[in-house]
Nanobody
Framework: VQLQASGGGLVQAGGSLRLSCVAS?????????MGWYRQAPGKQREVVAL???????NYEDSVKGRFTISRDNRKNTVYLQMNSLRPDDTAVYYC??????????WGKGTLVTVSS
């Protein structure tokens, strides 16, 4: 199983980015719960958004109304649309997949830098 995240970059405050995470080596992506996490310099990794296999989504409070998680099960891909970005959104963003056997897999991160 491999998770490949992409889409990070440098953006000005107020701008937007869309992150993608493609999962390979998975035969039943729709049965996986997927999530986006981030880790800012000097801070612990935190959850940003979760998309369960049942279709429910949850967000960390600071990103509610600004970020949207979605998934395309045909493409084994989960997205994170990030709007109204702020400097405190600067972090390395990671995607995580949890299999139906509750095994977690992490992708390599993608860096998002928001300038003021």
């Amino acid at each position: 199983v491999q998770l490949q995240a992409s889409g990070g970059g440098l953006v000005q405050a107020g701008g937007s980015l869309r992150l993608s995470c493609v999962a390979s080596g998975i035969t039943a992506f729709s049965s996986w719960s997927m999530g986006w996490y981030r880790q800012a310099p000097g801070k612990q990794r935190e959850v940003v958004a979760l998309a369960s296999r049942g279709g429910s989504v949850n967000y960390e409070d600071s990103v509610k109304g600004r970020f949207t998680i979605s998934r395309d099960n045909r493409k084994n891909t989960v997205y994170l649309q990030m709007n109204s970005l702020r400097p405190d959104d600067t972090a390395v963003y990671y995607c995580k997949g949890r299999s139906c056997y509750a095994v977690d897999y992490w992708g390599k991160g993608t860096l998002v830098t928001v300038s003021s």
